[in-house]
């Protein structure tokens, strides 16, 4: 069964701060682990981790995967208000179909 | 547009009854989901379907069913054997198995039960 465990599960920081979020998985044949942004509704993607693609970045936001050590994190520099959500961690194998989300981490970024 | 739409936004039911919850999408994707959020957790996957006609249990299937007769729709129907149906249900796809990108949602149903 795959498994996906987040942490921490939430976090307060003040405007300007850097915050790194953490995801730890198993499954079985990775195949790729994705970064998902809630704010109300529905989750907007982030970033799409593979074997031939470790490391992402977009603006403020950049995300690493340790393929050894099972886990990824996700870095966001110079954090704003419009940075308060819940972020969620997600990872699929080879062979299945199946998305197996983490609980998420809920960041709240005050002025 | 291409996207997912979910219908409806928002939905009462009267314990004891059956309901069913919409997703449509137009993107051509091959796989679908249902996942369940609750407040403060993470989205649980309910099903999912790869292919029309066929669909897997997810984690927490007990208590709902689903179909998969059109590539474009995958309705989820809440039963009354669910105990606890309040929550927030979120819809997704994804292209198929040959090809490695990002899940797409839906703007979510949340149901009440009253």
């Known amino acids: 069964e795959d498994k996906v465990v987040q942490s921490p599960l939430s976090l307060v920081v003040h405007e300007g701060d850097t915050v790194t979020l953490n995801c730890s998985y198993e499954?079985?044949?990775?195949?790729?682990l994705l970064w998902y942004k809630q704010e109300k509704k529905a989750p907007t993607f982030l970033f799409m981790l593979?074997?031939?693609?470790i490391e992402k970045k977009s603006g403020r936001l950049s995300s690493i995967l340790d393929k050894k050590e099972l886990f990824s994190i996700l870095n966001i520099t110079a954090t704003q208000t419009g940075d308060s959500a819940v972020y969620l961690c997600?990872?699929?194998?080879?062979?299945?179909?199946?998305?197996?989300f983490g609980k998420g981490t809920k960041l709240s970024v005050i002025p | 547009d291409g996207g997912i739409t979910q219908s409806p936004k928002y939905l009462f039911r009267k314990e004891g009854q059956n309901v069913t919850l919409s997703c449509e999408q137009n993107l051509n994707h091959d796989a679908m989901y249902w996942y369940r959020q609750d407040p403060g957790q993470g989205l649980r996957l309910i099903y999912y379907?790869?292919?029309?006609?066929?669909?897997q249990k997810g984690d927490i299937a007990e208590g709902y069913s689903v179909s998969r007769e059109k590539k474009e729709s995958f309705p989820l129907t809440v039963t009354s054997a669910q105990k606890n149906p309040t929550a927030f249900y979120l819809c997704?796809?994804?292209?198929?198995?040959?090809?490695?990108?990002?899940?797409?949602f839906g703007q979510g149903t949340r149901l009440t039960v009253v």
């Open positions: 997704a796809s994804r292209m198929g198995q040959g090809v490695n990108t990002e899940a797409f």
């Open positions: 997600a990872v699929s194998g080879a062979g299945s179909y199946q998305l197996t």
């Open positions: 499954v079985t044949n990775f195949r790729s």
């Open positions: 593979t074997s031939s693609g």
């Open positions: 379907s790869q292919i029309v006609n066929d669909f």
